[in-house]
T-cell receptor
Framework: DAGVTQSPTHLIKTRGQQVTLRCSPK?????VSWYQQALGQGPQFIFQ???????QRGNFPDRFSGHQFPNYSSELNVNALLLGDSALYLC?????????????FGNGTRLTVT | GENVEQHPSTLSVQEGDSAVIKCTYS??????FPWYKQELGKGPQLIID?????GEKKDQRIAVTLNKTAKHFSLHITETQPEDSAVYFC????????????FGGGTRLMVKP
């Protein structure tokens, strides 16, 4: 049973560039959430996707956008990268309804902005 | 929204001792409280969770207690082992479904052999 998979594992970008991160949810899950984890801090909610729609967004600017595909996989896009966007980006999946379906996390993409 | 505070930020114990990590939350409507363990280079892994209709839950050496009146919950690890060394996060949901989480700041647990 495949867990949550993310690609790439590491990425280095320059300030002002754009980046796309990818996530495949755990088998059987239909909801994908993205979290940003700065060094030494807890994960922060960016947004959640279900049925190819953004359900809710955390306190992140419009430079952060996402997409969910019919096979439930998802992408996170960040435009006009800033140094402060350097972080571990985590994808988590669950079943809609969530109450009996805990979040399962991937191992993340480490983004470094120089 | 939900606000979660976690203490301590670092905890060092001798192998075989117990470790306790405490969290408080702000939203009295929250009804689901998971704990995650994050090892170096990996994503958070769910180790135990508790729902508000129970006060305590145990799974081998790990237990979680919940006090809804005081709005705090705790993780207890007994007979600690070096492989328990990791960063532990508590969390609480900010939506009814329980799958949008606010995390605490984390506790780095070091178990000395």
């Amino acid at each position: 049973d495949a867990g949550v998979t993310q690609s790439p594992t590491h990425l280095i970008k320059t300030r002002g560039q754009q980046v796309t991160l990818r996530c495949s949810p755990k088998s059987g899950h239909d909801t994908v959430s993205w979290y940003q984890q700065a060094l030494g801090q807890g994960p922060q909610f960016i947004f959640q996707y279900y049925e190819e729609e953004e359900r809710q967004r955390g306190n992140f600017p419009d430079r952060f956008s996402g997409h969910q595909f019919p096979n439930y996989s998802s992408e996170l896009n960040v435009n006009a990268l800033l140094l402060g966007d350097s972080a571990l980006y985590l994808c988590a999946s669950s079943l809609v309804g969530g109450g009996n379906s805990p979040l399962h996390f991937g191992n993340g993409t480490r983004l470094t902005v120089t | 929204g939900e606000n979660v505070e976690q203490h301590p930020s670092t905890l060092s114990v001798q192998e075989g001792d117990s470790a306790v990590i405490k969290c408080t939350y702000s939203d009295s409507a929250s009804n689901y409280f998971p704990w995650y363990k994050q090892e170096l280079g990996k994503g958070p892994q769910l180790i135990i969770d508790i729902r508000s209709n129970v006060g305590e839950k145990k799974d081998q050496r790990i237990a979680v207690t919940l006090n809804k009146t005081a709005k705090h919950f705790s993780l207890h690890i007994t007979e600690t082992q070096p492989e328990d060394s990791a960063v532990y996060f508590c969390a609480a949901p900010f939506n009814n479904a329980g799958n949008m989480l606010t995390f605490g700041g984390g506790t780095r647990l070091m178990v000395k052999p």
